[in-house]
């Protein structure tokens, strides 16, 4: 079952977020396997991060990858865990 997940990253910059987002493209096989779709807006304090994943087991997977990465490059921990909510229904346009 699809699930959404939201992250609030406050301290966390763009130039942050692009840093790991490079790091993250440049690792070997799909480190986004099963993300379905992915967005980064500003907000006053920082980044939110809104991701639709086909299953709850992908976006684990990915936090197992990604994670190590940012604490790598010493990224503000923000304490807070995203929230996630499985998906009653989604659609992509023009498919």
């Given at each position: 079952m699809?699930?959404?997940?939201k992250a609030s990253l406050p301290g966390m910059t763009t130039e942050q977020y692009?840093?790991?987002?490079?790091?993250?493209?440049?690792?070997?096989?799909d480190?986004?396997?099963?993300c379905l779709s992915h967005v980064c807006v500003t907000t006053d304090?920082?980044?939110e991060v809104y991701d639709?994943?086909?299953?709850?087991?992908?976006?684990d997977k990915f936090?197992?990858?990604?994670?190590?990465?940012?604490e790598k490059q010493g990224l503000p921990?923000?304490?807070e865990r995203p929230t996630v909510q499985q998906v009653h229904r989604y659609w992509?346009?023009?498919s």
């Open positions: 699809a699930i959404f997940m692009d840093a790991l987002d490079a790091e993250l493209q440049s690792l070997p096989g480190t986004f396997a099963g304090s920082g980044i639709l994943w086909e299953s709850q087991e992908a976006m936090g197992a990858v990604m994670m190590p990465v940012a921990a923000t304490g992509l346009p023009g």
